[in-house]
């Protein structure tokens, strides 16, 4: 314990109650959802690396024809600094300094989020106009199955963020929204990692 | 089907439905199809007349269906299993009746009471329904009604979600049931191998059916084993220790692991293919880069743990009936935790024995070969364990114990015949024969179905109040048995003989008599099915003299006995302080188990919610939508689900407040009641004397 009397994670009520039992258990329960959510991803990724090769690719375009590395940084960038500016969010909560702030630190992450996304649909867009559909070959349906799925994933948290905005604005910063406001942070930073293993397996593996 | 799809209706048009199959191509294949949508039609018309007659909506309603104590959603699962169970062991029938007349001559191949095509989808849905919407509600029925009790909580984690669940469940169930009455369902088995199931080969709705049944109710399950888990982490009682658990409670922290890890793999392999399917990629595909093998794959390593998610729970109820019936101590604690979690661990390294014959490396055969025989040491453990718990007791023979007896004598075989397949050159010859066919239901039929029924037994007085007759149950143990061995036994001999599996037909007359024995035990699964409705029915009729009011009926060890009989919704009246392994057998130990507690205080219940049933609504008009392409209905079911969570978020709910008062009026009359009953000895039990109070003295478990 700090000496400000604050504990490191959420602070909910004045002492260690029911309130944070019941956070404790609704928090756990959805780290053990995302867990579930990281064998998607995984077995996506296996999938990735086992269509990663001529035959998999099928004559058709492959990785050197169809990435941008410097679109997939600027991308990394944004989501990366979408996911240090949720800390604006869980600080603001824990030092309980207010609703307008968590506000604008949520509108800053869904903002980094959508800029995120908007470099991700443009690469998409042009590598479809290159002939990289997923239709095109074993390989391109599991590079769009993969990546598409996380791009769902961040639209979800930017969902979400709107949601959360809307029930701080309707009842207010109780103890519920709260938690789930550090469920949403667990979601937020989860994609990062998602992200991390993207940038490396999907994208840099490649091209190395 | 006609080739246009129409904005509003989809691919739907009236020649869907079996009734205009049977007008165009009379026959028995199609009037048995068109029997089976008649039943569906008058079983549902049938249903809403009883209800509406009885003004049972209300009721229903109020109490069921916006329900979100466990207890009620464990009941509602194990009730739609029940229905799903009748169609699938009719459908297990009318598959043994066709084999039985299907002998094919060299002029007329193809013979039997149905058409090839229609076998086909026989073999598909009993597989599908018996894993999915019988096996898997059973048991998750089972936990849910149970785990909490066992806990000393009073509810799941997460009741909405739970809520939630089981419609999900319920929705995939429903497209599943509704596939008899519009359209037809895949051939692809309860597997649905690809490239066969992909458009190419199974153009129109058949394996989407499968598909979005899958992928619903899987998501269902996902959410679930993430409810146990959360359940048996942070809900226990005070003092109720992990190694003080019931090992029921043991078996469901394994299924609950198993269905967080294993369930994904299933959502990935399903959606992989209804992309391929609905968009044209390229994962399963024979062309452009398409690698079918991956879906067997990924399939078998949600696939395999899942057998071992289907078994875990009928060990669990094994592990305490063993003990209860037997009024002993339960042998071997800690080596049946150590040997479930063992199981649940291996259970996701050995998934590669359902593809020995693919063609990867020998060694890669051979590790998978050692792993799968290995986790019979394991499973031999929990074996011996429950022998030695008998060893010497005084057993009961009463239904769930008919069970557990039948279960040692076959599932041992069906265990032997795993190990024998588990070794890749014995697979090479008998992999896709009726050997394999034989091997699944002789683990499957006595280790889920048996387990799960001698779980209902034991547990339904808990529920209703009542218990269900001895001599009905016995009867109905004997017939599952005797229908098991005369259905399954011959189709070993039939593997061996050359027999292949989901062979609509066959040409060598020395497999006749074999399956003239089958049929008969076909014939026997159906009198062991009617058997087991009129066992419930019987005993409704009779539940003022099989009424259990003390709650006890068969003086049991664990929490769950100390409580009246039907259950309150509040389950406790006060949360129990557990100081021992067996604490209500501790408290007999100690003399007057039922001492009232010293005080009560308001109980906190989730209010009531139709928050499960509408998630279900929009999921099952969103998945019937794909099934039939009628987009827009597509994008409003898909629309509705995000819309439904987010309007619930946005409110406060407040929990329903069950006044102390209330509480300990309730309480009182219970501890009256158990005061003023006779205590039933153990020679009483199957009779009117056990009022569900048990003789403490003779309490030895």
Known sequence: MSGNGLYPGLNLGATHGEAHEDAEKTVFGFWVFLMSDLIIFGILFASYASYLDPVGMAGGPGPKDLFDLTSVAIQTAFLLVGGIAYAGVSLALKYDQGRAKIITWLLVCAVLGAGFLFFEVKDFIAQAGEGGVPQASGWLSSYWALVGLHGIHVFSGILWIFATIGQIATRGLDDVVKVRLSMLGVFWHFLDLIWVGIFSLVFLVPLA | MSGQTSPIFGNLDWSVTPFTDVLQHPGTSTIIGAFAASVLVLGAI???????????????????????????????????????LARGIIEGFVMRAHQASALGTLAQREGGLVAPDHFAQLFSTHGTIMIFFVAMPLLIGLINFVLPQQLGARDMAFPVLNQVSLGLTAAGAALVMISLLVGDFGTGGWTMYPPYTGKIFSPGEGVDYWLWAILISGMGSTLTGMNFAVTIFKERAPGMHFMRMPLFCWTSLCVAIMLIYAMPALTVSSAMLALDRYADFHFFTNEAGGNMMNYANIFWMFGHPEVYILILPAFGVFSEISSTFSGKRLYGYTSLVIASMSIAVISFTVWLHHFFTMGQSAAVNIAFGIATMVIGIPTGVKIYDWMATMWRGRVRITTPIVYLTGFFLLFVIGGLSGIILANPSIDYQVHNSTFLVAHFHNVIIPG?????????????????????????????????????????????????MGMPRRSPTFQNPDFLPWMYIAAFGGVLMLCALASLIWTFWTSYRHRAALAVPGGDPWNGSTLEWSTPAPVPEWTFPCIPQVTARHEWGERKRAGDPWKAPAEYTDIEMPANTAHGLLIAIATFAFGFAMVWHIWWLAILGVLAIPGLVIFRAMRIIEPRIIPAAEVAEADGRFRQLVASLPAATRADEETERNRGVPDIAEFAG
Do not use: C, Q
Request: proline residues 5%; without cysteine.
């Open chain 2, 46 to 84: 049938a249903a809403v007349a009883l209800f509406t007659r009885m003004r049972w909506w209300g009721p229903l309603y109020r109490n069921w269906l916006t329900s979100p104590d466990a207890k009620r959603i464990g009941i509602m699962y194990i009730a739609l299993a029940l229905i799903m």
């Open chain 2, 448 to 496: 889920v179905l048996y387990g799960m029924l001698a779980g209902i037994h034991y547990w339904f007085p808990k529920a209703f109040g009542f218990r269900l007759s001895e001599t009905w149950g016995r009867r109905t143990a004997f017939l599952f048995v005797g229908g098991f061995v005369f259905t399954f036994m011959p189709l070993y001999v039939l593997g061996l």
